[in-house]
């Protein structure tokens, strides 16, 4: 069976927008869970630039690129196109034909759980992708299988359509829909903590005033000192 989704609900742009404002690792100081793995990186890590869209996501098998160009057609300018190849190593599903189409739709990004193709072309568009590797071994449109706007696994992650993606040079972070509300309050709180640091440092204040291992420590048990 084969899913086609035609409808993806979207956050509000004024909460986007709030997300664009903030580093991703913030939330790398608070949470464990929805970054995508570190094999998945910019081709262009010199012009890499930070990314915020919606996620519309297509999942493909191995040879059969179809659902790619699909799921391209229920997206609005801004989204980011998060594509699932099921651990495929060895096909390129993403080259010039499908930048030039994601342009034309005014996406963002693309991330691919898998690898690219035509990269020098790709770089002179200025799009940003977000890939496994590379590859001149491509997939064909076949129309064998796939699904379109779907919950999907990418870079080790839960992607489900309408989720928020944040990509820049240091990694992807997915944001759920249902707690986008939640993850922006704990992103500026961190955020604002960071500046409250960085204040300390330019004020030359002692270490213990301005990071918090020393208090770390002293709460832990079984601590032996060498002296």
Known sequence: MNIINTKVRRLDKTLIDRFKKI??????????????????????KEKCMYV?????????????????????????????LVIDMQGEKRHAC???????????????AVVVDGPNTDSEEIKASGFPVFSKGQSNLTTKICGF??????????????VCPGDLILANGDGIVVIPYDYADKLILLAETYEQYNEIDKAGFERN?????????????????DVYYLE
């Open 23 to 44: 580093s991703p690792s913030e939330l790398g100081h608070a949470l464990e869970f929805g970054f995508m793995n570190n094999d998945i990186v910019p081709l262009n």
């Open 52 to 80: 915020v869209g919606t996620a519309i996501t297509a999942r493909i098998p191995a040879t059969d690129s179809t659902m790619v160009y699909k799921a391209m057609t229920y997206s609005k300018p801004g989204d980011v």
């Open 94 to 108: 993403w080259g010039e034909m499908t930048t030039l189409t994601a342009k034309r739709f005014g996406l963002a």
């Open 145 to 158: 299988k796939g699904d379109v706007n779907v919950p999907i696994c990418c870079g080790g992650t839960v």
């Open 205 to 221: 204040l002692p270490l213990t005033e301005i990071m918090s291992f020393e208090k770390k420590i002293a709460k832990m048990n």
